[in-house]
């Protein structure tokens, strides 16, 4: 990602790795999303957190949630 002006990123800075003649920044960000209740059953949700997962919504056909490996 490159910022464009007056675009600011935020979250926590974990790892710098120098590259050619630039300098990578990786960032780990928190984000937060609102979803309809109905969306995903709440139990599925529940077995999700302290996990690495994705969150896809396709539009036509709602919500899906998925672990993410690695």
């Known amino acids: 990602m490159h910022l464009k002006r007056y675009q600011e990123i935020v979250g926590t800075l974990a790892e710098i790795k120098p590259e050619r003649n630039q300098t990578k920044l990786i960032f780990t960000l928190c984000k937060e999303i609102e979803i309809p209740v109905e969306a995903i ?3 599925e949700l529940q077995a999700a957190i302290g996990r690495h997962v994705g969150i896809f919504y396709s539009g036509s056909e709602g919500y899906r949630i998925r672990k ?3």
């Open 41 to 43: 059953p709440n139990d």
């Open 68 to 70: 993410v490996k690695g």
